[in-house]
């Protein structure tokens, strides 16, 4: 799964349904006590901010919790602003390698090729300038939108 896995989250941290509830369920409630801990710690995040906690049992070293949404349904602007604070913190924590899925589109219900236009736009424009993530991985949970991403990407 590489460095980071970045969750779909909402500015409360609070790890629900969705992208959050497949990552609490498999990496354990350590993440959800981390994010806990930060939201007590820094208040809730803006929306369009990330924060980083570990994996717990996940398959990586970190979980990355980009708040595209929460205490607003997301937008563009949310979106554009999450990806980015998501790779800011995977360069500055060293992390050469992140997985996103498509921040806004589950729960959210951003339409997906939308949301993936604006993420890839971002990504593309953060990593000519910074040293890391080496690699960013996005992924969909359906053949369709695995698809939609390839069209996107070439």
Request: proline share 3%.
């Given at each position: 799964?590489?460095?980071?896995?970045?969750?779909?989250?909402?500015?409360?941290?609070?790890?629900?349904?969705?992208?959050?509830?497949?990552?609490?369920?498999?990496?354990?409630?350590?993440?959800?006590?981390?994010?806990?801990r930060?939201?007590?710690?820094?208040?809730?995040?803006?929306?369009?901010?990330?924060?980083?906690?570990?994996?717990?049992?996940?398959?990586?070293?970190?979980?990355?919790?980009?708040?595209?949404m929460?205490?607003?349904?997301?937008?563009?602007?949310?979106?554009?602003?999450?990806?980015?604070?998501?790779?800011?913190?995977?360069?500055?924590?060293?992390?050469k390698?992140?997985?996103?899925?498509?921040?806004?589109?589950?729960?959210?219900?951003?339409?997906?090729?939308?949301?993936?236009?604006?993420?890839?736009?971002?990504?593309?424009?953060?990593?000519?300038?910074?040293a890391?993530?080496?690699?960013?991985?996005?992924?969909?949970?359906?053949?369709?939108?695995?698809?939609?991403?390839?069209?996107?990407?070439v």
């Amino acid at each position: 799964m590489g460095d980071a896995v970045v969750n779909a989250a909402n500015n409360h941290l609070h790890l629900g349904a969705g992208v959050a509830g497949a990552i609490l369920s498999r990496g354990g409630s350590v993440i959800q006590d981390e994010c806990d801990r930060y939201v007590r710690e820094n208040g809730p995040l803006a929306i369009g901010e990330a924060a980083v906690t570990g994996a717990g049992a996940l398959p990586s070293k970190y979980v990355i919790h980009a708040a595209a949404m929460g205490d607003q349904m997301p937008t563009q602007q949310s979106i554009r602003d999450a990806t980015r604070s998501s790779l800011e913190l995977a360069d500055e924590n060293g992390m050469k390698s992140v997985a996103f899925s498509i921040l806004g589109t589950g729960i959210g219900a951003f339409p997906f090729a939308e949301a993936a236009r604006v993420m890839i736009e971002e990504i593309r424009d953060f990593t000519r300038g910074a040293a890391q993530p080496d690699l960013v991985v996005l992924y969909g949970f359906t053949t369709e939108q695995a698809e939609n991403l390839r069209r996107l990407l070439v």
